[in-house]
Nanobody, 129 residues
Framework: QVQLVESGGGLVHPGESLTLSCAAT????????TGWFRQAPGKQRERVAC????????AYVEPLKGRFTISRNDAKDTVYLQMKIVESEDAAIYYC??????????????????????WGQGTQVLISS
């Protein structure tokens, strides 16, 4: 079964950019859609962006559209999340997940957890002014 490892988190200042990586081992990322989620302290985990299994379509949560970009490099079995002009509200632990219940189509991102999904351990993004 595929395993996911996130990396790239750290401390950044408002207005800066940061790129997170989600590397897959033991499998490929072209079986199901892959999504990025985040959880800020005291808040529920929320969807951020997704890319479909064929890497031909993406979707973003509306408030983040335009600042965040999700992409995939199949040669490296890695999905990226490029974050631009970060804001204090972007501080969170960012997780990637792949799951047959993750639907990424027509600009929509829906997720229903199944027993076939895989989550990474998360990478923390801190925003300091």
């Amino acid at each position: 079964q595929v395993q996911l490892v996130e990396s790239g988190g750290g401390l950044v200042h408002p207005g800066e950019s940061l790129t997170l990586s989600c590397a897959a081992t033991g499998g490929r990322l072209d079986s199901y859609a892959t999504g990025w989620f985040r959880q800020a302290p005291g808040k529920q985990r929320e969807r951020v962006a997704c890319i479909n299994a064929a890497a031909t379509g993406t979707a973003y949560v509306e408030p983040l559209k335009g600042r965040f970009t999700i992409s995939r490099n199949d040669a490296k079995d890695t999905v990226y999340l490029q974050m631009k002009i970060v804001e204090s509200e972007d501080a969170a632990i960012y997780y990637c997940a792949t799951d047959p219940g993750l639907v990424c189509a027509s600009g929509q991102f829906h997720y229903t957890k199944t027993s076939f999904g895989t989550w990474g351990q998360g990478t923390q993004v801190l925003i300091s002014s």
